[in-house]
């Protein structure tokens, strides 16, 4: 019985994923960023990752970035198909295992805004999952051909609330475009299973910290094809870490075929030139604004998720910010794992890896 245990828990460590949205690195590389480990020594993050115990990362692709709002841009919307090919295969290269992020818009998708791309207002709302499915696999019909075929995908991006606002703008609370949203997400998991047969499929959200309103997402897509219940988790809109252990303990039971997968974690570890921040304590309800906050936080996480069995990865978000090369961004986020002023390796970036060690 015991080395039954042994071989279960060693079994499900070796199949944890433990890795990053690095959407930006490129970006921050051609523009002479400097990113250094703990101790100060100049590094290359992609291939330094791998002494942190990465082993997958995250890139998110938009529709056409070039629409996006000048604003969004400066935010850091600019993956579009070629910048996503590049850097995918970078990551296949490097040894890692790559989740794309189809985002369906052509800047930010989460739950306050899933715009309609550009290239399809006003088409007929019964050629929307035609048009989805199309995209969706010359897209990844390109990445394949580049050497950047994905292992995981997310078929949308904190689709919450629906996606390609406002055709397909729903909640899991009502019927009005549901049978829309539904067949957006067929259509664009149909193009996954054909072109890329042995990647995860991801369906995203961000209400970890609402039940209720997760299994009533999930409950609606019981008939979709796909693999795993992507969450975002960021204990300032998410709640407590206690919170996140509730919703994964009810995901076992009310969805055991699921895996889950935290597709979107981070914590604050400084409001420096930060202008979203009305304060320096903001979001400081659960950890303080600082790095032993954010550690703190880390470590709570991997502790908690290595309780459950169904979860088997953790990513963290934009891990890659750095200001040492200037106004890359003209106000800084403060929720990576680098200090913007110094580019040196945060404190909470050693603690990751404790999500896959054995």
């Known amino acids: 019985m ?6 279960s828990v060693a079994a499900t460590a070796q199949q944890r994923l433990l890795g990053g949205d690095i959407s930006m690195l490129p970006v921050y590389e051609e523009g002479g960023a400097v990113y250094r480990d703990g ?13 942190l115990g990465w082993n997958a990362m995250r ?5 056409d970035p070039g629409q996006a709002p000048a604003e969004h841009r400066d935010e850091g919307v600019c993956q579009d ?10 990551i296949k290269m490097a040894g890692y295992k790559l ?5 369906y818009s052509d800047t930010w998708a989460d739950p306050g805004k899933q715009f309609m791309p550009a290239r399809w207002k006003g088409t007929p709302r019964q050629a929307l999952p035609d048009s989805v499915y199309a995209y969706t696999r010359a897209c990844l019909e390109a990445m394949v051909e580049a050497g950047a075929r994905p292992d995981l995908i997310q078929v949308g991006n904190e689709i919450s609330n629906g996606m390609m606002w406002p055709e397909a703008k729903t909640s899991p609370f009502a019927d009005d475009n549901q049978q829309l949203f539904a067949s957006l997400l067929s259509a664009g998991a149909r193009a996954c299973r054909e072109v890329c047969p042995g990647a995860k499929l991801i369906i995203h959200t961000e209400k970890a910290g609402e039940w209720a309103f997760t299994k009533a997402f999930y409950s609606r897509l019981r008939s979709l094809d796909y693999d795993v219940i992507g969450l975002s988790y960021y204990p300032m809109w998410h709640k407590a870490v ?11 039971v009310d969805f055991p075929d699921k895996q889950v997968m935290i597709v979107e974690a981070a914590a604050y570890y400084s409001h420096d030139n930060d202008k979203w921040a009305t304060s320096p304590d903001q979001y400081a309800e659960f950890y303080p604004i600082s790095t032993d906050g954010q550690r703190m936080y880390t470590r709570e996480l991997v502790a908690e998720l290595r309780r459950h069995p169904n979860v088997t990865g953790l990513f963290w978000w934009f891990p890659e910010e750095n200001g040492t090369c200037g106004t890359m961004m003209t106000n800084w986020i403060n929720r990576g794992l680098f200090d913007n002023r110094t580019g040196r390796l945060l404190p909470a970036a050693t603690d990751l890896r404790g999500f896959v060690e054995r």
């Open 2 to 7: 015991l080395l039954a245990l042994a071989a």
């Open 39 to 51: 101790a100060g020594n100049e590094i290359r993050p992609l291939e330094y990752f791998k002494d």
């Open 59 to 63: 890139v998110r692709l938009f529709v």
């Open 81 to 90: 198909l070629d910048y996503v090919k590049r850097l995918g295969s970078r």
């Open 99 to 103: 989740m794309l992020d189809f985002h």
């Open 242 to 252: 206690g919170v996140l252990a509730a919703t994964l303990d009810s995901l076992s």
